[in-house]
T-cell receptor, first 115, second 114 residues
Framework: EAGVVQSPRYKIIEKKQPVAFWCNPI?????LYWYRQNLGQGPELLIR????????DSQLPKDRFSAERLKGVDSTLKIQPAELGDSAVYLC?????????????FGPGTRLLVL | AQSVTQLGSHVSVSEGALVLLRCNYS??????LFWYVQYPNQGLQLLLK??????LVKGINGFEAEFKKSETSFHLTKPSAHMSDAAEYFC????????????FGTGTKLQVIP
């Protein structure tokens, strides 16, 4: 089965520019997560979806970050405008309904560099 | 609230030697515990997890971990390191009741010396 797909893999932008990341989870996985991983740190949750509903967005900086999962399948995370401190790896993960809570399947991530 | 502390941001072992990566957790409810591995430029991959039952958990690639409630620990071990084990390892915790987010540690980078 195909894994979690993310694009682009790398993105370099100047500060104040917008940027968007795309994620396609494993087929049939209802739960989708977006994480941010800063250099030398573990992933930190930004938002969690159950199907198309954002059930935990408490960690999402809503002044500049937005996310959507319109049909409950793929998802987009957007930053507008980007700041220098947004440089990080953005990871998408999905989780099946059955098979164990907390068992997440991660994509390779999008490495963002803001200049 | 849950948290994990990984002792040692970098660990070096010789090929064939024992691997021991330390993780201590804090949780207000019975925890679920995980170890993930991350190879360069890749996402995280689940190595093993503890939910309930047997406290010694075996995972992929010869790794295992033991849940010790009295010590609030979940250390990861492998009897004999292989060069391919060089990666970053993350311990993670999640509360067992209702929806609880997974909280990751800061990671331990394992270097295997030939």
């Amino acid at each position: 089965e195909a894994g979690v797909v993310q694009s682009p893999r790398y993105k370099i932008i100047e500060k104040k520019q917008p940027v968007a990341f795309w994620c396609n989870p494993i087929s049939g996985h209802n739960t989708l997560y977006w994480y941010r991983q800063n250099l030398g740190q573990g992933p930190e949750l930004l938002i969690r979806y159950e199907n198309e509903e954002a059930v935990d967005d408490s960690q999402l900086p809503k002044d500049r970050f937005s996310a959507e999962r319109l049909k409950g399948v793929d998802s987009t995370l957007k930053i507008q405008p980007a700041e220098l401190g947004d440089s990080a790896v953005y990871l998408c993960a999905s989780e099946p309904l059955t098979g164990g809570r907390g068992t997440q399947y991660f994509g390779p991530g999008t490495r963002l560099l803001v200049l | 609230a849950q948290s994990v502390t990984q002792l040692g941001s970098h660990v070096s072992v010789s090929e064939g030697a024992l691997v021991l990566l330390r993780c201590n957790y804090s949780s207000s409810v019975p925890p679920y515990l995980f170890w993930y591995v991350q190879y360069p430029n890749q996402g995280l991959q689940l190595l093993l997890k503890y939910t309930t039952g047997a406290t010694l958990v075996k995972g992929i690639n010869g790794f295992e971990a033991e849940f010790k409630k009295s010590e609030t620990s979940f250390h990861l071990t492998k009897p004999s390191a292989h060069m391919s084990d060089a990666a970053e390892y993350f311990c993670a915790v999640m509360g067992s009741g209702g929806y609880q987010k997974v909280t990751f540690g800061t990671g331990t980078k394992l270097q295997v010396i030939p």
